[in-house]
């Protein structure tokens, strides 16, 4: 079965660094892009960015450019998405997604999301 | 402020149809970008529902079909039953942006 498994939950305070990961499973994982999409509470979905795991080559949208850098290490079929330094609106559930092959952009499947909380 | 607009609700009783628009512009869906549409039960992650405008993936059923025209997307739903009852989400990609943008959503209640 092809599944994309996500990190737990996290509870940080602000200025503190995080890195969430993303395995996928049931596939060959560098011939898939990942994305990440961010969910914040009660709120619609945002796309982030996406990266290309057989090269590392990453897209970022512009609303989160700088603000995070998304990374994998294809020896481990695993993506990631990472703060260096959290802020309390990023308070939201983050979602990793596979991304359809030949550049079709449908993400399919996705993770069960994870929930990252940031308060003092 | 959402790149694709979608109406924030829509309703139906059990057996009707509804229809879910989403309104881009001539920089995605009139770019002739693909539509793909999601749906998101309470509390879960979303689910692939129609990819490249119209085409179901396996599991999915016939009663939800998508069509496209101009800069303009549709997701139908034919024979409401409770369990559809989820916000729905369109997506394309914008060659402005140069990458993917989702619709608000929209809710789905079934009277």
């Known amino acids: 079965e092809v599944q994309v498994v996500q990190s737990g939950a996290e509870v940080k305070q602000p200025g503190e660094s995080l890195r969430i990961s993303c395995k996928g499973f049931?596939?060959?994982?560098?011939?898939?892009?990942i994305s990440w999409v961010r969910q914040k509470p009660g709120k619609g979905l945002e796309w982030m960015g996406t990266?290309?795991?057989?090269?590392?080559?990453?897209k970022y949208s512009p609303s989160f450019q700088g603000h995070v850098t998304i990374s994998a290490d294809k020896s481990i079929n695993t993506a990631y998405l990472q703060w260096s330094s959290l802020k309390a609106s990023d308070t939201a559930v983050y979602y990793c997604?596979?991304?359809?092959?030949?550049?079709?952009?449908?993400?399919?499947?996705w993770g069960h999301g994870t929930l990252v909380t940031v308060s003092s | 402020q959402s790149v694709l607009t979608q109406p924030p609700s829509v309703s139906g009783a059990p057996g009707q149809r509804v229809t879910i628009s989403c309104t881009g512009s001539?920089?995605?869906?009139?770019?002739?970008?693909?539509v793909h549409w999601y749906q998101q039960l309470p509390g879960m992650a979303p689910k692939l529902l129609i990819y490249?405008?119209?085409n179901r993936p396996s599991g999915v059923p016939d009663r939800f079909s998508g069509s496209k025209s101009g800069t303009s997307a549709s997701l139908a739903i034919t024979g409401l039953q409770a369990e559809d009852e989820a916000e729905y989400y369109c997506?394309?990609?914008?060659?402005?942006?140069?990458?993917?943008?989702f619709g608000g959503g929209t809710k789905l209640t079934v009277l």
């Open positions: 997604a596979r991304r359809g092959a030949g550049g079709i952009n449908y993400l399919d499947p």
């Open positions: 049931g596939y060959r994982f560098t011939t898939y892009w």
């Open positions: 990266i290309d795991p057989s090269d590392s080559y990453t």
């Open positions: 001539s920089s995605n869906i009139g770019a002739n970008y693909d």
């Open positions: 490249g405008n119209r």
């Open positions: 997506q394309s990609y914008d060659r402005s942006l140069s990458g993917s943008v």
